[in-house]
């Protein structure tokens, strides 16, 4: 049973914390020149600074072997740094930071306060409420984020101009070799929203190292042109595990994201490729027990493959959702070879609820998820407004509602993008063109029978959407709803869809954590039963 | 639900008191809205006591409304309300704060507008309305959409 009283008083009693945290909106931001940049590769030579601490020696003794242990024997009597943003500081553009085995808590950071006195006035501000400019993140960079790594001057071409093609790494075997770690929630003492923040860093290369306890984003790489995110663990982010945005000619290689309030992974506001290329490729990567596995506003030009979503509530979605992205509506994103499989992760009971409703945001455990955002719980693969999208040779399958999930976003609910870089509001912009070609339904790779709810929803919208070549168990077929798709290349003619349909989604948007959990009128947050 | 009582009539007064709304006894409803098409209700087969009435109201005042989407619900023949929620969009979508982490002042009104959480309605103009209600064993069926100041019939009510 919810109880709206409590949680309403509770609400109350966080009114300040909310209050006086900054939003997701982020001041306008505008996509690089992608004919500009590249994606920047892992470079074992060049100039380097090397961060250490204390009892570094004797972590490298006991955890390392062989010649990584040697090496970074030989690296300790270099060390200069005891906090990576130090060395940030004092690097130069193509330098390396190595960072030796330790964890790291950047007690600088942590003590410059999060409305930095030093940078008050309008220059500071963004455009949206509660947002701040890029001079903000340059001249207090560690008001917000524990690591920042901002690379424009203060010239007006949004480029990189010094601390480009940096590259931070972790000299451990492993990523939990070096742990970077954030203070925590909300308005707990030294929380910061990021972890590490990449701003206009061009060729930013992040690599080996954990990281946890962002109160927004572990990662964050924003109007950047060439980063590469490889190799590193993320959890327990009270938002995102890995967010880019307004970023183009990137990579995330063998990243693993877990335990994300929102998203473990989050391409937003994707490269604007238009399907003639994808500007950003997510490869070898896994995330689990999130609240989604991958997500995108406007994920655009993303090419995903060879990955693996799983056990979150919502596997993977793609949107045309929300306003403030530019580059709406979503378009022309690639899945190919990935895994995408038991995303039914009960984080919206009531158990979980209550939780989230009766600890305030800074007492909160990290690793008990609370969702930020809603999703329909049993679902693969969610595209709402969405165009162009390919969903090739996949296997999806033990999602307990939807194995996959199309359905339209009416233009004029995303709104006018006030940076002219999304097209012009449209009602039936969304859901065209997406095809659905040779994935493997309801089964598992090793041939097993592990069916979906059903495996292809759709709410008959759009139009030249289509499915070929699917399979079911066996090679056998699968199932749908509706019971008849249409086959690529031509597949369906325009249609307005479903009414009923349709109406089943509306009610879920008035879901909100703390006061309306679980919307009359929306099935999304009860686990469906596990399908025969 | 006394409260929701009274509410209604504090809004059949209020109505009373304008002389720009308009009121009907032969159940097109009280106040300035209108249904501008027909509604339907639908039942979503996973929520049998769910029901999920989808419109278009048109303002047919001279006036500019506004209507917070809190403030509507279903009720009954005695004008308690049933639990639901109301929404004043036709999709599904989400705001662009994270609800626990509203900027400084709360929402701006064009975002509780493009949410479906507030509607500012000039005259001669529609816009969607959903408004989902649970129906209790037993309970009585609602019969009507209080918005506040007015009213609108739910067909077969």
Known sequence: ?532 | MRLRALALGAGFALTAALPLACSDDEGMGVGDLVWATPPKVYREATLPRDRVLVGKVRNDSLRQIKVVATDVRAVDEDGDALRGNATFIRGYIHALYPPTRPPPGGLPESELERTGRELRLRPGKTAPLSVAWRLTPGGEVPVRIDYGPGWLPIPGG
């Open chain 1, 1 to 532: 049973m919810r109880r709206l009283l409590p949680a309403l008083l509770v609400l109350a009693a966080l009114g300040f914390v909310a209050g006086s945290a900054y939003g997701h909106a982020e001041r306008y931001a505008f996509f690089p020149d992608h004919t500009l940049g590249k994606v920047p590769k892992y470079r074992t030579t060049g100039p380097s600074l090397v961060v250490c601490k204390p009892d570094s020696r004797r972590r490298i003794e006991r955890r390392l072997r062989g010649g990584t242990r040697r090496k970074n024997l030989r690296l300790l009597r270099r060390c200069r740094f005891e906090h990576i943003q130090a060395a940030v500081n004092r690097a130069k553009s193509n330098y390396r930071i190595l960072v030796l085995p330790g964890v790291y808590r950047e007690e600088p950071s942590r003590r410059v306060p999060n409305d930095d006195p030093r940078c008050q006035g309008d220059q500071y501000q963004g455009e949206e409420p509660g947002t701040k400019s890029y001079a903000y993140q340059r001249d207090c960079p560690n008001s917000q984020n524990l690591i920042a790594i901002t690379g424009d001057d203060d010239d007006p071409d949004r480029r990189c101009d010094d601390k480009c093609n940096l590259q931070i790494e972790g000299t451990g075997q492993r990523p939990s070799d070096v742990q970077v770690i954030g203070a925590g929630f909300g308005n707990k003492a030294g929380a910061k929203l990021n972890v590490f923040r990449a701003d206009r860093a061009d060729g930013i290369v992040l690599r080996n190292f954990l990281v946890q306890y962002s109160d927004f984003n572990n990662v964050y790489v924003i109007e950047t042109n060439g980063f590469r995110l490889e190799k590193i663990v993320s959890r327990w982010s009270r938002e995102y595990g890995f967010l880019t945005f307004t970023s183009d000619n990137g990579v995330y290689n063998r990243v693993k994201a877990y335990g994300s309030g929102d998203s473990g992974i989050y391409p937003g506001s994707g490269p604007e490729g238009h399907c003639r290329r994808h500007g950003i490729e997510v490869k070898n990567s896994e995330s689990y027990g999130n609240t989604i596995g991958w997500s995108g506003t406007a994920g655009n030009g993303v090419y995903t493959h060879d990955s693996s979503f799983h056990h979150n509530s919502a596997g993977i979605t793609m949107d045309s959702f929300s306003g403030g992205h530019p580059g709406m509506p979503q378009d022309c994103s690639k899945w190919e070879r990935n895994r995408i499989y038991s995303n039914n992760a009960d984080l919206f009971n009531d158990k979980r609820d209550a939780y989230c409703q009766n600890t305030p945001i800074e007492r909160r455990d990290p690793r008990r998820v609370c969702p930020t955002f809603q999703a329909p719980v049993g679902t693969g693969i969610v595209t709402g407004g969405g165009n162009g999208n390919i969903f090739k040779a996949n296997w999806i399958y033990d999602n307990w509602r939807r194995g996959t999930m199309l359905f339209w976003v009416p233009g004029e609910l995303r709104g006018e993008d006030p940076t002219g870089q999304s097209a012009p509001v449209s009602s039936y912009e969304t859901s065209h063109q997406n095809q659905y070609v040779g994935n493997r339904m309801g089964v598992r790779p090793d041939g097993r029978r592990d069916p979906n709810g059903v495996d292809f929803w759709w709410d008959g919208e759009g139009h030249g959407n289509c499915w070929s070549g699917n399979n079911g168990p066996r090679g056998g077929a699968f199932t749908s709803d509706p019971m008849t798709l249409f086959a690529c290349p031509a597949g369906s003619p325009d249609s307005t869809g479903n009414g009923q349909k349709q109406a089943s989604l509306f009610a879920c948007a008035t879901w909100d954590p703390m006061t309306n959990p679980d919307p009359v009128g929306c099935d999304w947050f009860t686990r469906p039963a596990e399908p025969g």
